[in-house]
């Protein structure tokens, strides 16, 4: 198998801007967690739904986008 990952004695050069789908998976987990706190919640369940949200986030925003559906009549 090849993997398209790095070594880790290799420094990825930094990142710039956050793109869309980052900005927006920020933004949805910074006012989860509002919400969350206005609610009077633990701040430990805060963190832990918070973390959860940031995973799956990131999961979602990192997959291949969807191919388009080919022309019907083919």
Do not use: K, N, W
Request: net charge positive; aromatic share 0%; charged share 10%.
């Amino acid at each position: 198998m090849h993997s398209h990952r790095r070594p880790a004695c290799v420094a990825s050069p930094p990142r710039g801007q956050l793109d869309g789908r980052q900005t927006v998976i920020v933004i949805v987990v910074l006012v989860a967690g509002i919400a969350l706190a206005l609610t009077g919640m633990p701040v430990v369940v805060i963190a832990e739904v918070l973390a959860t949200c940031g995973l799956i986030g990131a999961q979602v925003a990192r997959r291949a986008p969807v191919a388009p559906a080919a022309p019907e009549g083919l």
